[in-house]
T-cell receptor
């Protein structure tokens, strides 16, 4: 069965609105989760590292005020795209893993389309 | 910044052919993983290699980690349409359990 879930699986919103994406670890507690963005036919780009109980660590070039991350529990991290614009349309994927050589579990992804 | 370049970027072949995908970097990684991703889904782990020179086989897929742990290759024998997908290598070693993904190789296997 699934180890990581994401909700919603797809969302369409109007420009200027905010969208929240959830990532849940179903089988184990995760102090760290990772958020990626993927444009069509491209690779995954790490956006930020979500840390339970503390602030997220953002990659260079990712606006922390635009992509709000909250990791309030050991099984849930949320990514909120604030004031979304068409260029934010992408496939957003979360990852959960316990160690660098342990199996890494990816969520099924969330397709965001901003009109 | 650790970068992983994959080649080729796109590959379209006929069923039964063999192919090799390369993943190269100037950085050393403590481990390297290969994933396959289908449209609209998350990546699925194929293999993890951790030792320089290591070779792993998974049915028709053969994975090799370079001696210096800077590069890797994926060889598919007798490709089938079910092998179609986006193949991604990902290196670990930047600290904090970070994974750096390669640029990706889109494979299409036709009948």
């Amino acid at each position: 069965g699934a180890v990581v879930s994401q909700h919603p699986s797809w969302v369409i919103c109007k420009s200027g609105t905010s969208v929240k994406i959830e990532c849940r670890s179903l089988d184990f507690q995760a102090t760290t989760m990772f958020w990626y963005r993927q444009f069509p036919k491209q690779s995954l780009m790490l956006m930020a590292t979500s840390n339970e109980g503390s602030k997220a660590t953002y990659e260079q070039g990712v606006e922390k005020d635009k992509f709000l991350i909250n990791h309030a529990s050991l099984t849930l991290s949320t990514l909120t795209v604030t004031s979304a614009h068409p260029e934010d349309s992408s496939f957003y994927i979360c990852r959960v893993g316990r160690g660098s050589t342990d199996t890494q579990y990816f969520g099924p992804g969330t397709r965001l389309t901003v009109l | 910044t650790q970068l992983l370049e994959q080649s080729p970027q796109f590959l379209s072949i006929q069923e039964g052919e063999n192919l090799t995908v390369y993943c190269n970097s100037s950085s050393v990684f403590s481990s390297l993983q290969w994933y396959r991703q289908e449209p609209g889904e998350g990546p699925v782990l194929l293999v993890t290699v951790v030792t320089g020179g290591e070779v792993k086989k998974l049915k028709r897929l053969t994975f090799q980690f370079g001696d210096a742990r800077k590069d890797s290759s994926l060889h598919i024998t007798a490709a089938q349409p079910g092998d179609t997908g986006l193949y991604l290598c990902a290196g670990s070693g930047g600290g904090g359990n970070k994974l750096t993904f390669g640029t990706g190789t889109q494979l299409k296997v036709e009948l």
